[in-house]
């Protein structure tokens, strides 16, 4: 995994799992605070992996996702919610739009041993 889209609107979860993927995993990163940055960055660039959050201003992160699935249904995402949103990401997983889902608050150990699952 060589590139990373971050995005959520919670400073302080941005910057930490930017500097996660930086510092600790040498990861190029790239952060958005809302879907519409995210939507604007996504379109210009190539990532290996998107991790949105879903509740954010503008655009929330299952617009995001569908977006970005019309426009490369390969795309990897992982979503992240500090909330309860179990029907809309299970239908997203069963149709192959999301790779998976991290419920916060999540340890930064535990995201890496989900992101070698999922490379394995």
Sequence with gaps: ???ILIVDDEYVIRESLSDFFSFVLSIDVQVAENGQEAWEIFQDKNFDLI????DMPEMNGI???????QLNPHQNVIMMSGRDHSDEVNLL???G???????????LVDLKNYLTSMSA
């Design 1 to 3: 995994m060589n590139r």
């Design 51 to 54: 991790l949105t959050d879903i």
């Design 63 to 69: 617009e995001l996702v569908k977006k970005i699935n």
């Design 93 to 95: 997983l069963k149709q």
């Design 97 to 107: 739009i999301v790779n998976g889902f991290l419920a916060k608050p999540f340890n």
